[in-house]
């Protein structure tokens, strides 16, 4: 199956790791791997890459 890449995602004020996850249909742990991050880091301004299946 091929994946479909999104550049980039920059949170805004308000975003949550669910609200991002639920944006592009993705699993919330799937992010924070991805991005080699922890929850807290999903502050306004950050940059993800997310990968959709």
């Known amino acids: 199956m091929q994946k479909n890449y999104v550049p980039f995602y920059v949170v805004k004020k308000g975003d949550s790791l669910n609200s991002i996850a639920k944006k592009f ?5 799937q992010i ?3 991005n080699y991050i922890t929850p807290s880091a999903i502050k306004e301004g950050v940059i993800l890459s997310i990968t959709k299946n």
Do not use: I, Y
């Open 25 to 29: 249909d993705v699993n919330p742990t």
């Open 32 to 34: 924070l791997v991805e």
